[in-house]
């Protein structure tokens, strides 16, 4: 069974960095079947789509449109862990802040969430 | 910017039948936008449904089915029950980024 486990401070200043990692148990991050993803989801923008990253003999990343200039996911496969990286973030930013695996176009395992409020 | 539309809302009577629908501004979705359907609860992570149109998960009850119809993803509930009252959201995928859709708040009354 694979597990996520979210971690990262719940509130960041405006202008810094939003970092969150995901812990993997259960499957491996450099997985040549799996892809790893960062979600978000506000009142204000619904489900939204970050990025992701996944291995195929070396390291690839996607990103929205919408936050493609302020993103990096990043796998570490020491820590068996990714990271989501989003800088210059405002308010605009606060969302609950999600990691999941897609595996055969399966979005099937989740992280449990992290609310990140972007306040001074 | 691609555009992913759902109903925003959606009644329904227990034990009725129901098709929540997912469209795409890009035209007709078709099986290579893997489309993938979720239950969100409050406060609760969504949860995956439906996969690749039509594929189901260990957890999915048989009441729920995904499908093409009409140039959209579908999903239907036969024999709706009280529990399935939620939030549904449909995910499609656009070579090498996933859209959401705005989620269809589905009311069992």
């Known amino acids: 069974q694979v597990q996520l486990q979210q971690s990262g401070p719940g509130l960041v200043k405006p202008s810094q960095t939003l970092s969150l990692t995901c812990a993997i148990s259960?499957?491996?991050?450099?997985?040549?079947?799996?892809?790893w993803n960062w979600i978000r989801q506000s009142p204000s923008r619904g489900l939204e789509w970050l990025g992701r990253?996944?291995?195929?003999?070396?390291?690839?990343?996607d990103y929205a449109l919408s936050v493609k200039s302020r993103i990096t996911i990043n796998g570490d496969t020491s820590k068996n862990q990714f990271s989501l990286h989003l800088n210059s973030v405002t308010p605009e930013d606060t969302a609950v802040y999600y990691c999941?695996?897609?595996?055969?176009?399966?979005?099937?395992?989740w992280g449990q969430g992290t609310l990140v409020t972007v306040s001074s | 910017q691609t555009v992913v539309t759902q109903e925003p809302s959606l009644t329904v009577s227990p034990g009725g039948t129901v098709t929540l629908t997912c469209a795409s501004s890009?035209?007709?979705?078709?099986?290579?936008?893997?489309p993938n359907w979720f239950q969100q609860k409050p406060g609760q992570a969504p949860r995956t449904l439906i996969y690749?149109?039509?594929k189901k998960n260990s957890w999915t009850p048989a009441r729920f089915s995904g499908s093409l119809l009409g140039g959209k993803a579908a999903l239907t509930l036969s024999g709706v029950q009280p529990e399935d009252e939620a939030e549904y959201y449909c995910?499609?995928?656009?070579?090498?980024?996933?859209?959401f859709g705005g989620g269809t708040k589905l009311t069992v009354l």
């Open positions: 999941a695996r897609d595996a055969n176009w399966n979005y099937e395992f």
């Open positions: 259960g499957d491996s991050v450099s997985s040549n079947s799996a892809a």
């Open positions: 990253t996944y291995y195929r003999s070396k390291w690839y990343n």
């Open positions: 890009t035209g007709a979705v078709t099986s290579g936008y893997y």
């Open positions: 690749s149109t039509s």
């Open positions: 995910l499609l995928y656009y070579r090498s980024v996933w859209v």
